[in-house]
């Protein structure tokens, strides 16, 4: 079956490695058309990739946590592609550190990229929504649901994008517009490698399933969202059963 992917255009922030680059290759090999916005490198390898399922990909210097970067770069999207009818909210860092030594750049650099950076994508998307409909999507995290030791500001801005969402959801709802979440648990990227085989090892003993995931786990679980027109304002957790 087709999907109904095939031919529109999805914005992935941060899809230039990781968890990011596994939804824009679905995405793409769904034959949708791939636009991300980065920092850092130019991310050639993954633009190779997408093109190489036919599709139209383009990468686009941006910071998501900048107000004024993101509405020139969303303007300039639309310019290229005509239209966007999907967006995935994926750029995220962290700055984990006890809340006795966390300072406040810690706290603000995180809750700006994570969390303002969705709200920023979203607010300049949504006029274009708002005409065509279209499907929205954030990362989250099971700690935005659990907390964690150690990750006060990222914990704060992965539960923050839940709020978001389900009000997206609400307000948007009546013009067709879906806006969904996917929280996983601990998925195998640039992220979690930087974990000690020690903490990694303490790690696998919270997973029911036993392992770690893998990026294309969670691109499923966005790519059901972007192509399931009634579901909207929900939360999936991937996290191999971790936060039952
Ligand atoms: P990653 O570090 O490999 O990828 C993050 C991407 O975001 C990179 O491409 C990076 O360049 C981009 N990025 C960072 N700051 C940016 C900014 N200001 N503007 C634009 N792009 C920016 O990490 P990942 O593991 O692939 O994580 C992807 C998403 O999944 C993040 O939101 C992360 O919080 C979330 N997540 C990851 C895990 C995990 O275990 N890896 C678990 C739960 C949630």
């Known amino acids: 079956m087709e999907s109904i992917l095939k031919g529109k255009t999805v914005v992935v922030t941060g899809a ?9 290759s679905l995405c793409a090999q769904k034959g949708a058309n ?24 383009e990468a686009y210097e941006c910071d998501v946590a900048d107000f004024a970067v993101t509405k020139t770069v969303c303007d300039k999207i639309l310019e290229d592609f005509g239209t966007v009818d999907s967006l995935v ?26 969390l303002k950076g969705a709200f920023n994508m979203i607010k300049h ?3 274009n929504f708002m005409r065509n409909g279209g499907a929205i999507v954030n990362i989250s995290s099971v700690v935005g649901l659990m907390g964690n030791a150690g990750q006060a500001n ?37 992220m979690t490698a930087a974990l000690t085989p020690a903490q990694q090892d303490a790690i696998k003993k919270q997973i029911p399933l036993g392992y770690i ?10 790519v059901f969202f972007l192509e399931n027109r009634y579901v909207s304002g929900e939360v999936i957790k991937v996290d191999g059963g971790m936060y039952i």
Do not use: H
């Not at 230039?16 to 824009?24: E, K, L, V």
């Not at 791939?34 to 990909?57: D, L, N």
């Not at 990026?215 to 679980?221: E, T």
């Open 89 to 114: 909210n994926n750029a995220g860092i962290t700055a984990d550190k006890l809340i006795l030594s966390m300072g406040e750049s810690d706290f603000d650099k995180v809750i700006a990229v994570n």
């Open 125 to 127: 998307l949504t006029r």
């Open 213 to 222: 995931g893998k990026p294309d786990d969670v691109a499923r679980a966005v």
């Open 154 to 190: 990222y914990s704060a801005s992965k539960a923050g994008l839940i709020g978001l969402t389900k009000t997206v959801a609400r307000e948007l709802a009546s013009r067709n517009v879906t806006c969904n979440a996917v929280a996983p648990g601990f998925i195998d990227t640039a």
């Open 34 to 57: 791939i636009a991300v916005p980065f920092v850092g490198p130019y991310p050639t390898e993954a633009i190779e990739e997408f093109r190489g399922y036919g599709v139209k990909a």
């Open 16 to 24: 230039g490695r990781g968890i990011g680059q596994a939804i824009a």
